[in-house]
C-alpha cells in the first residue's frame, strides 16, 4: 500500500519561497507519474505540475510556469515542490498525487497525501 506524506507548507510574504516535499513509501518504485496539485475552499483541485519519474519529463499549469520547479529523488522517493516568487493567489492546500500512469497530463487514479497548507500574504 502507498502512502504519501506532505511536509514543508507554511506562512510566507509575496515574494518568498517554500519547498513542498512529498515522502512515498509502499509500492513507491511503481509510482511513474507523481504530481502537486492544490485546492482552496469551494473550487475544484486543480493540477500544478506533474514529473515522469522514469525521463524527468515535468508539466505545469499555466499560473506557475516559470516559478514552480517539481523534481524527484529516486533514491529517498521523495517528490518536491520549489515555489519562488511566491503570489497570494498561490495560497491554498497543496497535495501530492502518485499513480502507476498519467491520464489528461496528472496521475491517474492516484494516491494522495494529506495535503499540507501554503498562506502567502501581501
Known amino acids: 500500500q502507498v502512502q504519501l506524506v506532505e511536509s514543508g507548507g507554511g506562512s510566507v510574504q509575496a515574494g518568498g519561497s517554500l519547498r513542498l516535499s512529498c515522502a512515498a513509501s509502499?509500492?513507491?518504485?511503481?509510482?511513474?507519474?507523481m504530481g502537486w496539485f492544490r485546492q482552496t475552499p469551494g473550487k475544484e483541485r486543480e493540477g500544478v505540475a506533474r514529473?515522469?519519474?522514469?525521463?524527468?519529463?515535468?508539466k505545469y499549469a499555466d499560473s506557475v510556469k516559470g516559478r514552480f520547479t517539481i523534481s524527484h529523488d529516486s533514491a529517498k522517493n521523495t517528490l518536491y515542490l520549489q515555489m519562488n516568487n511566491l503570489k497570494p493567489d498561490d495560497t491554498a492546500m497543496y497535495y501530492c498525487?502518485?499513480?502507476?500512469?498519467?491520464?489528461?497530463?496528472?496521475?491517474?487514479?492516484?494516491?494522495w497525501g494529506q495535503g499540507t497548507q501554503v498562506t502567502i500574504s501581501s
Open positions: 498525487a502518485a499513480g502507476r500512469y498519467c491520464s489528461g497530463g496528472y496521475p491517474a487514479n492516484p494516491t
Open positions: 514529473i515522469l519519474t522514469y525521463s524527468g519529463n515535468t
Open positions: 509502499g509500492y513507491s518504485s511503481s509510482l511513474y507519474c
